[in-house]
C-alpha cells in the first residue's frame, strides 16, 4: 500500500513537473510570435516596443525621448532618466520642471497626477489597469483627448519612463485586443 502511494506522489511530481516546463515552451513561443507584431527603439536603458501598426521611422531619437508624428498617430516615449537639453528644446510642450512628481508618485493617483502635469496633451486620462510587482510598476490609463490614446508609465528602482500612443482616428476606440497589442511585450529592460 505505501509503495502505491508513492508511486502516485511520484507520478504527480512528475505531472506537476511537466506542468511547469510545457507552460514555460508556450510562454516563450508565445512571446516570439508577438514580438513578431512590434519594432523595437532602443533608448539608454531600455527598448520600447512599438505596435508595427503604429511604427513608422522615428521623427527624433535619442538617448531619452523617441517620437513618432505621422498622419496616423503620435508616439512618445520619454526615459525620464536619460533626458539631454537637447530633448527639452525639441519637446518643448512638455513641462520639464514637473518630472519631480514622477519620483515623489507612490500610487497610481499620485502617477495620474503627474502626467496631467507634464503636458496638456496626457490630461484626462483615466486608470484602466495596474500592476505593482515587487520588482516594477506599470500603469495604464486611458483617454479621448486628441483621439483616443494610450498612456503607460513604467518604473523600477533605475528607470522611469512615459510611453504614450494617441491614434489620430477620431473613429477608433482601444478595444480589448488594442489593449493587449499595445501592452504584449511593451518594455525590454537593458542591463
Not at 47 to 55: A, E, L, Q
Not at 103 to 126: C, Q, T, W
Request: aromatic share 14%.
Amino acid at each position: 500500500m505505501n509503495s502505491m502511494d508513492n508511486k502516485k506522489k511520484n507520478i504527480l511530481r512528475l505531472c506537476i513537473v511537466l506542468g511547469f516546463i510545457i507552460y514555460g515552451i508556450a510562454g516563450t513561443i508565445y512571446c516570439n510570435i508577438r514580438a513578431k507584431d512590434y519594432k523595437g527603439i532602443n533608448l539608454k536603458n531600455i527598448t520600447i516596443n512599438v505596435p508595427k501598426d503604429y511604427y513608422s521611422e522615428p521623427d527624433y531619437l535619442s538617448d531619452g525621448v523617441f517620437i513618432i508624428d505621422n498622419g496616423k498617430c503620435f508616439v512618445i516615449a520619454i526615459d525620464l532618466d536619460n533626458i539631454s537639453e537637447k530633448d527639452k528644446e525639441v519637446c518643448d510642450y512638455i513641462a520639464w520642471d514637473k518630472v519631480d512628481y514622477f519620483y515623489k508618485a507612490k500610487n497610481e493617483g499620485d502617477v495620474a497626477f503627474a502626467i496631467e502635469l507634464l503636458s496638456p496633451m496626457f490630461s484626462y486620462h483615466r486608470l484602466i489597469s495596474e500592476s505593482d510587482k515587487p520588482s516594477y510598476k506599470e500603469y495604464l490609463y486611458y483617454g479621448d483627448n486628441n483621439g483616443p490614446g494610450q498612456i503607460v508609465y513604467y518604473t523600477d528602482p533605475e528607470t522611469h519612463v512615459l510611453y504614450a500612443i494617441f491614434d489620430h482616428d477620431k473613429d477608433k476606440v482601444f478595444t480589448k485586443k488594442d489593449n493587449e497589442n499595445i501592452l504584449g511585450c511593451i518594455f525590454t529592460r537593458h542591463n
